[in-house]
């Protein structure tokens, strides 16, 4: 799994699963599997309503890290936004939540927007498979006054025991917004579902970096604003993998550099939830993003 130990490399293992019973729930999936085999090691999360408590201006601000200032701290924090996935109260559901299960490639562009959110690439009909138009969907990773609810969380990643250098975040029952957030009641609601998370960050380009990322349902990844993993649509897990050397040029990146990677995950289908992350990096500046 790792490259030679001489090499300097970064594993980024995202496995974020949200499997449906009878449905998505199947062999392989996150819903039906046990642990990631990352070395057994279980992060906590430490969470707090906010109103854009990660935000300070917007763009992209390398500043003023949500670490307390140690940028070598290994935490990852993230921004979830909790979403209605059923009418509740009277308010109707969110449409673009609990929608057909099917692959979904291609509905964000190749660049990142200048406000380093996705930007959305409708189909012919103004719609894509499993997304009902550009106006939804820019609500994804946006706060929306009574259409969502945004609740910071941090990751800390734990050193394993077993291998030396190496930073762990595993939890099968990825549910950080449990009793938060907008409060859904949707059925199999014994946790909060649907809801979406960003996570952005700076890290050293020293060379042999790969990355694997693991998700169910949505996830895309940006590496100095360049799109180089979609894994759009609502589906059991599916792997995307980046080998930082191999595509350099593709993402005009540079050994010896700082860049920025900006994660954009959405859990839009019930039942099940996990999160796994490993990395090598020895420091990881947070970024502040409206």
């Known amino acids: 799994m790792f490259r030679d130990s001489l090499r300097s490399y970064l594993l ?28 057994g090691t279980s992060g906590g999360l430490v969470t707090g309503a906010g109103g854009g408590a990660l935000s300070s201006g917007g763009g992209r601000d390398a500043s003023a890290p949500t670490d307390g200032g140690n940028n070598c701290a290994h935490l990852l924090n993230m921004a979830v936004r909790d979403f209605r996935g059923s009418q509740e109260n009277g308010q109707p559901q969110h449409p673009d939540f609990e929608q057909a299960i099917v692959d979904d490639e291609g509905m964000v562009a190749a660049m990142l927007g ?17 997304t009902t138009g550009k106006d939804d969907f820019d609500q994804w990773y946006r706060d929306v006054p009574g259409v969502n609810a945004h609740v910071d969380v941090t990751i800390p990643l734990t050193a394993d025991p077993t291998r030396a250098g190496v930073y762990v975040y595993d939890n099968d029952e990825f549910f950080p917004i449990d009793k938060m957030g907008l409060m859904d009641s949707t059925s199999n609601s014994d946790h909060n579902h649907d809801f979406t998370a960003e996570m952005h960050f700076q890290f050293p380009y020293r060379g042999g970096e ?75 500046t947070n970024i502040h993003i409206d």
Request: glycine letters at 18%; proline letters at 4%; one cysteine or more.
């Open 12 to 39: 980024l293992l995202l496995g974020v699963g949200a499997g449906c019973a009878g449905v998505k729930a199947t062999p392989g999936s996150e819903a039906g599997a046990g642990g990631s085999g990352a070395g």
């Open 210 to 284: 790969v990355f694997n990322f693991r998700g169910d349902d949505d996830v895309f990844v940006f590496i100095n604003g360049h799109l180089a993993v979609d894994l759009g649509g609502i589906h059991i897990g599916e792997t995307g993998n980046v080998d930082l050397d191999a595509r350099a040029s593709e993402l005009g990146i540079a050994v010896g550099n700082t860049y920025q990677m900006d994660v954009f995950y959405a859990d839009r289908h019930c039942c099940g939830s996990t999160f796994h992350v490993e990395t090598t990096l020895q420091c990881i």
């Open 114 to 130: 200048a406000d380093s959110k996705p930007v959305y690439v409708p189909g012919p009909n103004g719609k894509t498979p499993t």
